[in-house]
């Protein structure tokens, strides 16, 4: 059966973990903010959030908000996975496939923030606060920038993630056994 998932979800929800653990089930995994990475990369700017930002918005003003999906769709398969769903007009791409569902995947900013500090990924914010006024930042209504809140209320299911490892892999292979 083709079958496309996509993830969307605030920063540390755990969209990357629910991701290797769908690549572990025989999924191919990508990302689209590995095409902004690449992007970031030939631009010679450093992989931190604000540049990653800066880029995709830039991207979606000069191809459209739905960029970055429509240049990953040629490459997918029969069983794929694609992280980083930033904008709904990339779901509206992504949803011209009669196989995709839309997962959004979340946790409480407390949680969010802890599994953040964790990372240690650079330019995170070492605060509550920092990392709240971060995401409010990254909530924008502009069609061409970043709209987390507006793409997670598109999501055909939701897997909660603000327990274990193992909880967390249960409710996806829940979600397998529904869309499978």
């Not at 973990?17 to 995994?29: C, H, I, N, P």
Request: proline share 5%; glycine share 8%; no cysteine.
């Amino acid at each position: 059966m083709k079958i496309v998932l996509g993830l969307t979800g605030a920063n540390a929800a755990g969209k990357g973990e629910v991701a290797d653990y769908l690549k572990s089930r025989g999924f191919t995994l990508y990302s689209l903010s590995n095409i902004v990475r690449e992007e970031a990369k030939a631009r010679d700017l450093p992989p931190e959030r604000e540049h990653l930002i800066a880029v995709g918005n830039e991207l979606r003003r000069d191809g459209g908000p739905s960029v970055l999906a429509d240049r990953l769709i040629p490459r997918l398969g029969d069983r794929d996975v694609v992280d980083s769903i930033r904008n709904p007009a990339e779901v509206q791409a992504l949803r011209s496939l009669p196989h995709f569902t839309l997962i959004g995947v979340a946790a409480a900013t407390e949680i969010r923030f802890r599994r953040s500090l964790g990372r240690a990924r650079p330019g995170d914010p070492g605060t509550l606060e920092g990392f709240e006024a971060r995401e409010r930042q990254e909530n924008s209504d502009d069609p061409n920038s970043q709209q987390l809140v507006a793409t997670f209320e598109m999501a055909d299911r939701i897997i909660w993630n603000d327990s274990d490892l193992e909880s967390l892999h249960q409710a996806v292979d829940r979600l397998l056994e529904v869309l499978l």
